[in-house]
């Protein structure tokens, strides 16, 4: 099977970072901000953050905020979104610069987007979903400013989007999705409120979506896809399921899934590489102890230094 290819992978993202005028670039534009978020992260897992301009990446990331709202775009010109704004402060958390940030702005913008029912907007036009509860709930947390907002109704309403078969939804009565189960469960864990989760229950449904070639896929009967090494597995060691599932035969799934020529983890093996599967498969071994890595936390999805510098360094 082979190891993890480490330089490979670190020369891939700067790689992706220089190509500003590739396919993938253009139509990864909008979402830019969460690439950048993808790929820095995992330079950081692989202990190679200094292989980018420090200076360089942090005045781009704040030409994109928006001085009127408080919030972060995407891009330089676009309109500003939760999941822009956690993927921004996130950046500058990896690189300690969470100074240089307007933190009553930035999280009075979060916080004007909570509706009455506890739910949160993505942004002005309005679309609710558990993961923008997750967006608010952990940019917030990062701030230290949870009490700009009803976390008591927040939590609620993520209670509300949990099914019968210990999954959540999108919204209530939206089917289970790994994807969503990570914002939810690791709202409710950022919240303090993780005993809402029936874990052997959702243990059961999440271990359940290791597939025959070892890799983990997000809803029963779809093949498996490297993104949800990272939302299946979070959640498992979030609620102390983790040995539930096969990790060995995992670690070789993400493992078989890189371009060990160009570097870059594609969603299965053979297909092509992206940055975004490349993060949640660097995640994934991370979050299985994988040599060489450094440790990722699971429901802040930052690495276990940096949640550590923001909690607990003395000011
Ligand atoms: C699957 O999407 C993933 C989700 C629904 C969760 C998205 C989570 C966030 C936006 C929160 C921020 C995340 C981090 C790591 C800080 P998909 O559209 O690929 O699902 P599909 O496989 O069903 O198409």
Redesign the pocket.
């Known amino acids: 099977m082979g190891d993890l290819e480490v330089h490979k992978h670190v020369q891939y993202i700067i790689s992706v970072e220089k190509k500003k005028e590739s396919f993938e670039a253009l139509v990864m534009e909008h979402l830019r901000m969460n690439g950048a978020?993808w790929g820095l992260t995992t330079l950081d897992l692989l202990q190679n953050i200094t292989a980018v301009d420090q200076e360089e990446v942090i005045s781009w990331v704040m030409s994109c905020w928006d001085q009127d709202s408080g919030g972060f775009t995407g891009t330089v010109g676009h309109d500003p979104h939760v999941?822009y704004t956690?993927?921004a402060v996130?950046i500058l958390a990896l690189f300690d610069r969470l100074d240089i940030l307007d933190k009553d702005k930035v999280s009075s913008y979060i916080a004007r987007l909570q509706n009455e029912d506890g739910s949160f907007s993505g942004d002005i036009w309005g679309e609710i979903d558990t993961?923008f509860s997750?967006?608010a709930i952990?940019c917030l947390s990062i701030l230290h400013c949870l009490d700009k907002i009803n976390v008591e109704k927040a939590v609620n309403y993520i209670v509300s989007c949990k099914n019968l078969d210990g999954g959540f939804g999108c919204t209530a009565g939206g089917e289970s999705?790994?994807?969503?189960i990570?914002?939810c469960v690791g709202a409710l864990s950022i919240a303090g409120a993780l005993h809402h989760v029936d874990r052997d229950l959702l243990g059961w449904w999440l271990c359940e979506r290791q597939c025959k070639d070892g890799g983990l896929n997000?809803?029963p009967e779809?093949l498996a896809?490297v993104?949800y090494s990272?939302?299946v597995l979070s959640s498992l060691v979030m609620i102390d399921r983790v040995h539930w599932i096969d990790k060995t035969k995992l670690a070789m799934y993400i493992l078989s899934c890189q371009d060990r020529e160009n570097g870059g983890i594609s969603d299965r093996p053979d297909n092509a590489v992206d940055v975004f599967h490349t993060y949640f498969g660097v995640a994934g071994l991370s979050l299985m102890e994988y040599p060489g890595l450094k440790s990722i936390d699971p429901a802040f999805?930052l690495p276990v230094d940096v949640v550590n510098r923001i909690f607990f360094k003395k000011p």
Request: charge should be positive.
């Open positions: 978020y999941h956690l993927s996130q993961r997750y967006c952990c999705h790994a994807g969503q990570f914002c997000g809803r779809k896809d993104c990272w939302w999805a």
